[in-house]
């Protein structure tokens, strides 16, 4: 039943008024699956808020956002104080563009936001 809960949550935050894509969790590591079940987030305007109602305090969370139309754009949110069970926090995406030497930071204004494909990158748990 909470994964079917789980499932809707995630395609109806995918059919949000900006149409961002919410990419399901393709790790068959099941401490990373456990670590991440009950923990969910949303991008609203280059924010990502992230919701840990899991059983398990986290550490470290990085959420990652990639373009469908444009291959070099990569975004980042980093989530680094942690996150006890039942908190949320918010954090800022911060987008680049480019290759190599040319990579360069990309105004939010200026981000495609309809094309955005987000995922989790990393998620640990706190050590107490």
Known sequence: MKKIIFV????????SSYGQTYQNI???NKTYLETLRGVSYTYKQGVITLKN??????GTVSI?????????????????DG????ETAKAEV???????KNVHEVPLK???????????????RAVK
Do not use: M, P
Request: glycine letters at 10%.
């Open 8 to 15: 809707l949550l995630l395609a109806t935050c995918g059919f």
């Open 83 to 86: 996150l006890e069970k039942g």
């Open 110 to 124: 200026q981000v495609d936001q309809k094309n955005l494909v987000l995922s989790f990158d990393k998620a640990t």
């Open 53 to 58: 109602n899991g059983n398990y305090a986290l």
């Open 94 to 100: 911060y987008f680049t563009t480019g290759l190599g």
């Open 64 to 80: 990652v956002a990639s373009s469908k139309v444009d291959s070099s754009l990569f975004g980042i949110a980093l989530f680094e």
């Open 26 to 28: 393709t790790s068959k």
